[in-house]
Nanobody, 121 residues
Framework: QLQASGGGLVQPGGSLRLSCAASGSTFDKFAIGWFRQAPGKEREGVSCISHTGDTSHYSGSANGRFTIFRDNADNTVYLLMYSLKPEDTAVYYC????????????????WGQGTLVTVSS
């Protein structure tokens, strides 16, 4: 099971740290992705990381502002978000998949509940 947390209300230019915590002993076998869904829009990929943490990918909007990393000893993947913009407002979800880290949600088999990020002054 996956559980996302860390969302909240933040002013433009601010930062947040999202966490995706997993239960079970096979966490280090799964690639993890972060996705978001704004009202009226489709779910989109934000960032993803390989099971070892050696490889990561970012969407164009996240590149340079967000950082993903994982702590397999703690069964957690983090998404650091800086320089947040109002257009980053969405429900953020984490997903897990066996295999390569990919940025499209259709590739993911396991999902946690989302955490709401609101960027507003």
């Amino acid at each position: 099971q996956l559980q996302a947390s860390g969302g909240g209300l933040v002013q433009p230019g601010g930062s947040l740290r999202l966490s995706c915590a997993a239960s079970g002993s096979t966490f280090d076998k799964f690639a993890i992705g972060w996705f978001r869904q704004a009202p009226g829009k489709e779910r989109e990929g934000v960032s993803c990381i390989s099971h070892t943490g050696d490889t990561s990918h970012y969407s164009g909007s996240a590149n340079g502002r967000f950082t993903i990393f994982r702590d397999n000893a703690d069964n957690t993947v983090y998404l650091l978000m800086y320089s947040l913009k109002p257009e980053d407002t969405a429900v953020y979800y984490c997903g897990a998949r066996w295999g390569l880290a990919l940025l499209y949600p259709e590739a993911y088999d396991h999902w946690g509940q989302g955490t709401l990020v609101t960027v507003s002054s």
